[in-house]
């Protein structure tokens, strides 16, 4: 008997002992189940500004989890061994997880590295016990939710970054997905009320200033605050290529600039990385420092994030 997933847009219909598309979730006797549930290849501690998140919790470091698999097969994927290749782990209990978070002064738990909605049970089984713990969460995701996966995800996840990774025919092409399922997510994500920041990294050969221009018009129009554009290295099926260079990202930040969007950032790179007040364009802190109360000092205007 065929058995429906719907933890990701793709909405996998699976035969009996068959996987879905993620090759993470199996259907055993008409029940879709997680292949290595809580089995996690990836544990660490990371300042929250590797997320990238720079305006939530500045300055903190974050509890990261990753499992294996992945919804989509990037050809440039940066953590492919992990994504693609789904090495297992060692098993995780949730409690466990929490309870090093508190007793190590870790103010939030990170779900990350590889796509968490491969892994979405236990993300969330996670989440509702360091939650209920005063612990703050944290998804790392590609964002191609299904609406059912959003529904269940949004009360559970305090602080989101979400990959827009380029344009439709770049998602088909590279990324072997669709741009919609991300799109409608950012915009659900906004309107929770939810953090969100948002990153697209740069391939120099492929992001061209017009899909930049189109891309910032899409975060601007459903009002993301803050976006990261990273530059690109070699990985995966793109070894091939050079990596982004310092000037051209330099070029595509000042065309993102265009947009309105009030923070924007540049990630794996040299240049200035400075929050500067949307108001009165003074610079208000270096990564990894806070903003008091989230207000400028200067011009009193308020600074978009969570500071405390």
Not at 78 to 97: F, Y
Not at 209 to 223: D, F, T
Not at 254 to 283: F, H
Request: include cysteine; proline fraction near 5%.
């Amino acid at each position: 008997m065929k058995a429906l997933c719907d933890f990701c847009f793709r909405h996998c219909l699976i035969e009996e002992d068959g996987y879905g598309w993620c090759r993470m979730r199996k259907n055993n006797e008409g029940e879709i189940e997680s292949v290595d549930y809580a089995s996690i290849p990836a544990i660490a501690i990371d300042p929250i500004e590797k997320k990238p998140l720079y305006h939530f919790l500045p300055g903190t470091k974050t509890l990261s989890f990753g499992a294996a698999g992945c919804n989509l097969s990037c050809d440039f994927c940066q953590n492919w061994r992990l994504s693609q290749q789904h090495e297992r782990g060692v098993h995780i209990n949730g409690d466990n997880a929490v309870g090093f978070a508190l007793s190590n002064s870790i103010p939030s738990i990170s779900f990350t590295y590889s796509e968490p909605l491969v892994w979405q049970d236990f993300m969330i089984s996670v989440a509702r016990k360091a939650k209920a713990c005063g612990l703050r969460t944290i998804m790392v995701s590609n964002g191609s939710f299904s609406s059912e996966a959003l529904n269940r995800i949004l009360p559970e996840i305090d602080a989101f970054n979400i990959d827009l990774k380029g344009d439709n025919e770049f998602y088909r092409a590279i990324c072997h997905g669709m741009i919609d399922p991300v799109l409608c997510a950012i915009e659900e994500i906004v309107k929770s009320g939810k953090h969100l920041e948002v990153t697209t990294m740069v391939i120099e050969s492929m992001h061209s200033g017009e899909m930049i221009r189109n891309i910032g018009r899409m975060l601007a129009e459903r009002e993301v605050s803050a976006w990261h554009l990273t530059r690109f290295f070699p990985q995966y099926k793109m070894n091939n290529l050079k990596p982004t260079s310092e000037l051209y990202i330099s070029k595509i930040i000042k065309i993102a600039k265009e947009s309105g969007i009030p923070y924007i950032y540049p990630g794996n790179s040299i240049l200035n990385a400075d929050t500067c007040c949307p108001g009165c364009k003074k610079k208000l802190r270096h990564p990894g420092q806070t903003i008091s109360e989230g207000i400028c000092p200067y011009c009193g205007e308020k600074i978009y994030g969570v500071w405390n």
